[in-house]
């Protein structure tokens, strides 16, 4: 009974509030509406919809207000372009043809010089290549000393073996593998996996 008179209680609130929002929506587009017809006035609506010998703005448009016609006025401005002129690049067809001239390089053939054969030149005295000899390693005292290589604190977990298994670090084997164990599976003769 509780879990419903506050879901009633809650659906109640949520319904109010967007009463209100709904209200103070459509209360702000009103006052835009007003600003907007007040601001802008018929005279402005009236440029966007004045026909007059089938042209979109008339001349002869005329409101008796002259202040209404001197603002009107300046966008009907008529505007003067210089006419165009056909020059001789425009027609010539080499200047718009795709075709592209494509010249094949000549190279100079390579020759070879003395130089190039003399075996002097690339005989360098400063350069000698000697074979690298390593010393004979010896046996040394800290090398035999069991005591540097004695590890500490290191335990193994014992071995533990069963009838069936052997118990190494928590791992189990099988004491024994059968045939029975072993078994072929498709994944051994896919030729896809052993690419």
């Known amino acids: 009974m509780k879990t419903t008179n506050k879901i009633q209680k809650t659906a109640l609130t949520a319904a109010l509030a967007m009463g209100f929002s709904i209200m103070g929506f459509t209360i702000d587009a009103q006052e835009e509406i007003n600003l907007l017809t007040k601001n802008n006035g018929v005279n402005n609506f009236a440029m966007a919809t004045v026909k007059n010998d089938n042209h979109f703005f008339a001349k002869t448009f005329n409101d008796g207000s002259s202040t209404a016609r001197s603002s009107f006025a300046a966008y009907l401005v008529e505007e003067t372009e210089a006419p165009l002129t056909i020059e001789n690049w425009m027609i010539d067809d080499s200047n718009f043809s795709s075709a592209t001239s494509i010249e094949s390089e000549i190279e100079t053939p390579l ?7 003399d075996e002097k030149t690339f005989y360098v005295n400063s350069v000698a290549i000697e074979t690298a000899t390593d010393e004979e390693l010896e046996l040394e005292d800290w090398m035999m000393n069991e005591n540097k290589f004695e590890v500490k604190n290191n335990t193994v977990a014992p071995i533990v073996q069963t009838a069936r ?6 791992i189990s084997f099988p004491a024994e593998l059968t045939e029975d164990d072993l078994q072929l599976e498709d994944w051994m003769t896919n030729s896809e996996i052993w690419k």
């Open 111 to 117: 020759e070879i010089e003395n130089w190039m054969i």
């Open 165 to 170: 298994y052997i118990f190494i670090n928590n």
